[in-house]
């Protein structure tokens, strides 16, 4: 599972606009892995523990069959015993060994027999007593380890749900990263194609200007969400030295929008009037100008979001109301923004 987290996320490409919803599943699919690790371990160590005590129960349980034959053994040699002392017969009558003949030397050498027959019997009473001792103690332990062993089975079961479900939102999020990735894919082949068809839409304009090798800012909305007429006013006279942008004409209060997400700022004064500055996520610096009023404050602003609307301020005031927009390639020089804007508005 590792493995395969590591293998996809490292043929995820770095980020880019819009790359955020990957990071996120990216992350996402690390922390559901450590928390599969995490689960792996615990359940690997119930195992473990489970495995011990079937081997200790394995071993008191042989313990245990071994010391029954024993104490079967030494029993049916007390009860033999008894049963001769009942009939009045020693251990030694029954091998043929009758020595009751009167002699002194006899009697010597009974003594000796009844003296090392009683030493076994009693050495086998005691070792009963041992092995009778060792059942009970061995039961015990059987017990507490039977009652551990169902305790820890009840352990196994429960890190086994919590490691297959940690499994399964590991692999969900796999399964949403990998969408994420597809999805990006599909986004950076509609780019290029948006691209392709812009700079050769562009190129075909019909004003007769050929902008093929034309700068395009692709994945951009139009900065105007209405109305709008234009043309490719670029490098046209102004009073202010050439025109750096393109003219949006759009009725007063026509909202206009970030055309990619990014940080924007606003200022007021001078030929501009009120404009509004997108530091896109994208790298480009876009230029709205001559807004009759911001929308909010100084913010990061999702793709399409409004930041203010048409006017004609600063020295636009005696013009129709419009928008000057102005892309500006990686934050530096200004380019021609018309082949941009011509495919999106």
Not at 46 to 65: D, F, R, V, W, Y
Not at 221 to 250: T, Y
Not at 281 to 290: A, C, E, I
Request: aromatic residues 6%; charged residues 25%; hydrophobic residues 40%.
């Amino acid at each position: 599972m590792a493995l395969v987290v590591a293998l996809v996320i490292a043929t995820i490409p770095g980020p880019s606009a819009g790359a955020a919803p990957v990071d996120d599943a990216r992350t996402k699919v690390g922390e559901a892995q450590r928390a599969a690790d995490t689960a792996a371990a615990k359940y690997e160590t119930a195992i473990g523990h489970l495995e011990e005590l079937g081997a200790e129960i394995s071993e008191l349980q042989g313990q245990i069959t071994a010391g029954r034959t024993e104490a079967a053994a030494l029993r049916a040699v007390a009860k033999e015993r008894a049963v001769r002392a009942y009939v009045g017969r020693d251990t030694l009558d029954g091998g043929g060994f009758i020595l009751d003949g009167g002699d002194p030397l006899d009697d010597l050498r009974r003594e000796k027999l009844l003296a090392r027959t009683k030493a076994r019997e009693d050495s086998s009473a005691e070792r009963l007593r041992v092995v009778t001792n060792d059942l009970d103690r061995q039961r015990s332990e059987l017990e507490t380890r039977k009652a551990e062993q169902e305790k820890v089975v009840a352990e196994v079961s429960a890190e086994q749900a919590s490691l297959q479900a940690q499994l399964g939102e590991a692999q969900q999020a796999l399964d949403q990263l990998e969408e994420q990735l597809r999805q990006e894919q599909e986004a950076a082949k509609a780019r290029e194609i948006a691209a392709a068809a812009a700079r050769d839409a562009s190129s075909r304009a019909g004003n007769g200007k050929d902008y093929s090798g034309a700068y395009v800012a692709t994945g951009i909305v139009c900065p105007v969400r209405g109305i709008v007429s234009f043309i490719d006013s670029w490098g046209f006279p102004r009073h202010q030295g050439q025109h750096m942008g393109v003219d949006l004409m759009a009725a007063s209060g026509t909202p206009d929008v970030a055309v990619v997400g990014g940080n924007v700022t606003f200022k007021s004064g001078g030929i501009s009037g009120l404009g509004a500055s997108l530091f896109g996520d994208d790298g480009n610096l876009y230029y709205y100008f001559h807004l009759s009023a911001f929308e909010g404050a100084a913010r990061h602003v999702a793709q399409g979001e409004v930041i203010g609307y048409v006017g004609n301020t600063g020295d636009a005031q005696y013009t129709a109301s419009h928008t000057h927009f102005e892309v500006h390639p990686g934050g530096g020089a200004a380019v021609n923004p018309y082949p941009s804007v011509r495919p999106v508005c």
